[in-house]
T-cell receptor, first 112, second 116 residues
Framework: GENVEQHPSTLSVQEGDSAVIKCTYS??????FPWYKQELGKRPQLIID?????GEKKDQRIAVTLNKTAKHFSLHITETQPEDSAVYFC???????????FGKGTMLLVSP | EADIYQTPRYLVIGTGKKITLECSQT?????MYWYQQDPGMELHLIHY???????EKGDLSSESTVSRIRTEHFPLTLESARPSHTSQYLC???????????????FGDGTRLSIL
């Protein structure tokens, strides 16, 4: 089955800095890669996703890049704000299957 | 408002009790999922369903069972609760989309379960 590795497990940045979270996946048949943000005590919320036919996708301060050859994808947050503090999860899904395999999560702390 | 609803939000109960965690969605989604998550930790898929009368076991072995009699309803049952079942349980759903087109999953607020 699919295996997703996520790094780092914790990330501390100053407000205004950029943050990068990286994930690798094992199954080359994976073709869908969502990112979720989970604030303390809240439900995971989809923040951005990318499909394997696209190399990069951007939404305001958030961007995701995908390298299919290396089987890794990354989340980039620019101009971080304290409200970006949360746990971020990457996930991967194999073509034709609806289930997601999640990474272990990254706790992002943005200090004012 | 179209959403996915879980009840109860919190449950503290004694060992040996039978528990049913409720999950309903009003988004018209065919696919539904149950995850187990310790706070801030990895999400583990324990059950999923492609539609009515469809149930599958996930990656994490679980002593719970599920049923899917109606499209909008996907309850999870523990026949005899144990302290090891203490965790947060998250329900999710997704639209089927086009064939072979994976769609995002939308999560409920979760049930935080504590077994004494």
């Amino acid at each position: 089955g699919e295996n997703v590795e996520q790094h780092p497990s914790t990330l501390s940045v100053q407000e205004g800095d950029s943050a990068v979270i990286k994930c690798t996946y094992s199954d080359s048949a994976s073709n869908y890669f969502p990112w979720y943000k989970q604030e303390l005590g809240k439900r995971p919320q989809l923040i951005i996703d990318i499909r394997s036919n696209v190399g990069e996708k951007k939404d305001q301060r958030i961007a995701v890049t995908l390298n299919k050859t290396a089987k890794h994808f990354s989340l980039h947050i620019t101009e971080t704000q304290p409200e970006d503090s949360a746990v971020y999860f990457c996930a991967a899904s194999i073509l034709g299957y609806s289930t997601l395999t999640f990474g272990k999560g990254t706790m992002l702390l943005v200090s004012p | 408002e179209a959403d996915i609803y879980q009840t109860p939000r919190y449950l503290v109960i004694g060992t040996g009790k039978k528990i049913t965690l409720e999950c309903s969605q009003t988004m018209g989604h065919d696919k539904m999922y149950w995850y187990q998550q310790d706070p801030g930790m990895e999400l583990h898929l324990i059950h999923y369903s492609y539609g009515v009368n469809s149930t599958e076991k996930g990656d994490l072995s679980s002593e719970s069972t599920v049923s899917r009699i109606r499209t909008e309803h996907f309850p999870l049952t523990l026949e005899s609760a144990r302290p090891s079942h203490t965790s947060q349980y998250l329900c999710a759903s997704s639209d089927p989309g086009q064939e072979y087109s994976n769609q995002p999953q939308h999560f409920g607020d979760g049930t935080r379960l504590s077994i004494l």
